[in-house]
């Protein structure tokens, strides 16, 4: 009886854990007001610039941008704004693994004029 008990306590655990990690999947960790926030305003992105930014500011920074880019944009073609984040994830991966040019190639990638009059409401 116990034992029963304890199954089905144990299912609806891993039910709600496997619920809990699909919705997960489907939205994306940050908006992109957070991103824009974390990312642009807060200095993440002028610390790279700089070369000061650390590992762990580096990885932020990928994170924040993976999300970007699993936003639909609030404005203009959803393919563009694809293009448009995906050149900037690539700079950041390349930046983490320490490539030659990446903090020049990211900061030529997040055009923040180009995109805001493209996607920015
Ligand atoms: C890939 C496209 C893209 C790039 C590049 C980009 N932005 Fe944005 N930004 C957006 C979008 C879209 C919004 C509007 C978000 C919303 O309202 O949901 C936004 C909003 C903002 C906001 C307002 C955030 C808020 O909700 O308070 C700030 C500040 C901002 N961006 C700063 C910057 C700066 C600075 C740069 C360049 C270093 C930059 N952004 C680059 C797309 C971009």
């Not at 919705?23 to 700089?50: C, F, N, R, W």
């Not at 880019?69 to 404005?75: V, Y």
């Not at 959803?78 to 983490?96: F, M, N, Q, T, Y």
Request: charge should be negative; charged fraction near 35%; glycine fraction near 6%.
């Amino acid at each position: 009886m116990a034992r029963k008990l304890f199954f089905a306590a144990f299912s609806t655990f891993v039910v709600s854990g496997l619920v809990g990690f699909a919705a997960q999947d489907e939205e994306p960790e940050y908006t992109i007001s957070e991103v824009m926030k974390e990312a642009h305003k807060g200095g993440l992105l002028k610390k790279v610039s700089e070369g000061k930014a650390s590992d762990e500011d580096k990885a932020k920074l990928l994170d924040l941008y993976e999300a970007m880019l699993a936003n639909d944009p609030p404005k203009g073609e959803a393919e563009a704004w694809k293009k448009r984040s995906e050149a900037i994830v690539a700079a950041a991966k390349e930046l983490i693994e320490g490539k030659e040019g990446a903090s020049d190639k990211l900061t030529k990638a997040v055009n923040c004029k180009a995109c805001h009059s493209e996607h920015r409401p």
